[in-house]
């Protein structure tokens, strides 16, 4: 079962075909739906299980739709960053059993539509999938636009009030962004004639005109920044994360915005392989970037009432670590930058199940309105103060592993600066999440109602306790499993 | 100078086109007058791929060496038929959210729509 070579097909096949088939499927009922991509995402999940176990033993591997040889015909490739399925596969499951119960909730949606939501979300998770097992520049493109359009058409879909501004904002940033990759894709096809990502790699290093692969660097930087909602490009963020559907808030915020950042290791491993631009004026634009989105993430978060405009604030400020960690490019920051793709995936999916289950429950979403909720809704409370434990970086919870790595980074990389500003942003971090917890458990209620009301119902309460157990449980594993490709990241491309 | 731009027209022409689309996006206050904009933009890159295709002095692959120029290369323009493709659904989905933001605010003058927010 291991060998079969065909699972690299499958994994990206299932779920895109699966999306397609959805609305098919539930003709007759519409309560099909959920459980046809329940289905789906099971078998993707299977397939990826034996991907990464595959990986685990004999290191990456290649797989030839139609068996044309690599640089005419297409590549997929998996490698240890490709792993990231895992977190895809496992996020995108929960979400799935999530929306069972919440999107029936969502009072403005018709129920007639609700099959294209799940629709829309396999065709997202099947785009992320593709995006991070393929090995040639140009299906790079398409899949970002396969992630990105449902991306779009899923944050208008909560109804809410402004969601749709919220969602052509999206759009037009992510538009613009999408085509900075392409044109600069096209640049590289026109320096090198080749599309494969380690073929172009080999032949960018004897390519003459150095300054249109530089082009080609800064503009591909770009547009996958905007993806990953850096700073100063973080400017559609917080709205659309905040108003999509809860579930689609982590999906969103624990793996879309995570594309981008795969997509600028791909990038840089092309570059440092073809080592024809010094890249260090990248890296120390990037790590003042990281710190500034850092600090002023979580500098805007205190001031959010709303409690998922905080957790959109704050997915900027970990962006910011990660980014931070793979531009300080010494071996530990890119092992802690690399590892919190993993590990803030899997603690921002909490605390937004979390968030959305307070919301299913109550209705409310500030913190005003949800003080005291931690008396009537105990469960979700505690998986919300382990997530927020977990992002401030306590030990041992999930998010002190790799900040610890990217703080040893900087001090490594003598630039100690920035090791301060890390520190700085927790404290900030820690600031807010002290607020919420406090808000929770210690003050007296604004609604009394709220002391009304039951526990999560159990396909909500269900994720949200997995993957909060995770934050604690996961630790350093992600780390162990990242560093020979975090490695291999300062090495050569191998074709 | 001129004289350089004027011989690289093909690769100059889509990066004024691009600036052009950017700068409606950002300047223009009326939402589909923004997206004419990124319609623009999508344009500049598609003619960019399309122009990369043509190779002075190139033989074309399968025809062998004795086959008669002119020849374009074929893969620019499968990645811009796909590139089309997705550029329609990008424009279909942007049209039906300004078709909802004008339902429901019944404006899509960007600076009216930010005071109601």
Redesign the interface.
């Given at each position: 079962m291991l060998a079969w070579p065909h699972w690299l097909v499958v994994v990206v096949l299932v779920p895109l075909l699966g999306a397609v088939l959805t609305p098919v499927v539930s003709l007759r009922s519409r309560h099909v739906a959920p459980w046809w991509a329940l289905g789906v995402m099971s078998v993707t999940s299977t397939a990826a299980l034996f991907l990464i176990l595959r990986v685990a033993a004999e290191g990456p591997f290649s797989y030839l739709p139609g068996g044309w040889v690599p640089p005419y015909g297409i590549e997929l490739r998996f490698d240890e960053f490709s792993a990231s399925i895992s977190v895809i596969c496992l996020i995108g499951w929960l979400a799935v059993l999530y929306s069972l119960r919440y999107v029936e909730w969502l009072r403005e949606v018709p129920k007639q539509r609700i099959p294209y939501y799940y629709s829309l979300l396999l065709l997202n998770l099947g785009g992320m999938i593709g995006f991070v097992i393929t090995g040639d520049l140009?299906n790079m493109f398409?899949f970002l636009?396969i992630l990105s359009?449902s991306a779009?058409?899923l944050v208008?879909f909560s109804g809410e009030?402004?969601a749709?501004?919220a969602?052509?904002k999206y759009?037009?940033m992510g538009?613009?962004s999408?085509?900075l990759v392409?044109?600069s894709v096209?640049i590289l096809?026109?320096v090198t004639g080749s599309?494969n990502m380690a073929d172009v790699a080999t032949r960018l290093a004897s390519a003459e005109p150095v300054a249109p692969a530089a082009l080609a660097l800064g503009m591909l930087t770009v547009g996958l920044m905007v993806k990953a909602a850096l700073f100063p490009v973080h400017i559609w963020l917080p709205d659309a994360h905040a108003i999509a559907p809860s579930p689609i808030s982590a999906v969103l915020s624990g793996l879309v915005v995570k594309i981008g950042i795969i997509g600028m290791i791909r990038v840089y491993q092309i570059y440092n392989s073809a080592n024809m631009i010094d890249l260090h004026m990248l890296n120390q634009t990037l790590v003042w970037l990281g710190a500034i989105s850092i600090v002023m993430g979580a500098f805007f978060a205190i001031f959010q009432d709303d409690i998922k405009l905080m957790l959109a604030y704050s997915t900027i400020s970990n962006i910011g670590y990660i980014v931070m960690g793979l531009g300080l490019s010494t071996n530990s920051s890119i092992i802690g930058g690399s590892a919190h793709v993993f590990n803030h995936a899997l603690i921002k999916a909490t605390l937004f199940f979390a968030a959305g289950g307070l919301i299913y429950r109550t209705g409310y979403r500030t913190l005003t309105d949800l003080r005291g909720i931690g008396r009537s809704m105990p469960l979700t409370c505690i998986a919300i103060s382990i997530g927020a434990i977990s992002i401030v970086g306590i030990p041992p919870t999930a998010g002190f592993f790799c900040k610890w790595y990217i703080a040893l980074g900087a001090f490594e990389a003598d630039q100690p600066f920035f090791g301060f500003a890390l520190i700085f942003g927790a404290l900030f971090i820690f600031i807010y999440y002290i607020r919420m917890v406090n808000a929770f458990y210690f003050q007296a209620p604004t609604r009394p109602e709220i002391l009304e009301v039951e526990e999560a119902p159990a396909s909500i309460l269900f994720p949200t306790l997995l993957l909060a157990v995770l934050c604690l449980t996961v630790g350093p594993i992600p780390l162990t499993f990242i560093k020979p490709a975090a490695e291999l990241l300062l090495a050569p491309l191998g074709g | 100078m001129l004289q350089a731009l004027w011989d690289n027209l093909d690769y100059v022409a889509p990066v004024v086109l691009f600036c052009i689309g950017l700068y409606i996006i950002i300047a223009k206050n009326n939402l589909i007058k923004k997206f004419l904009g990124l319609n623009i933009m999508e344009t500049a890159v598609f003619s960019f791929i399309i122009a990369l295709g043509v190779v002075d002095g190139g033989d074309a692959p399968i025809m062998g060496a004795d086959a008669r120029a002119p020849f374009a290369s074929p893969v620019p323009q499968a990645l811009v038929l796909t590139g089309i493709v997705v550029a329609v659904s990008t424009t279909a989905l942007a049209l039906s959210l300004i078709i909802r933001i004008y339902r429901q605010c019944g404006t899509i003058e960007a600076d009216e729509l930010r005071e109601m927010e």
């Open positions: 140009f398409v636009e359009l779009y058409a208008a009030h402004i749709e501004m969602a052509f759009l037009l538009a613009i999408s085509l392409l044109f096209g096809f026109g599309l | -």
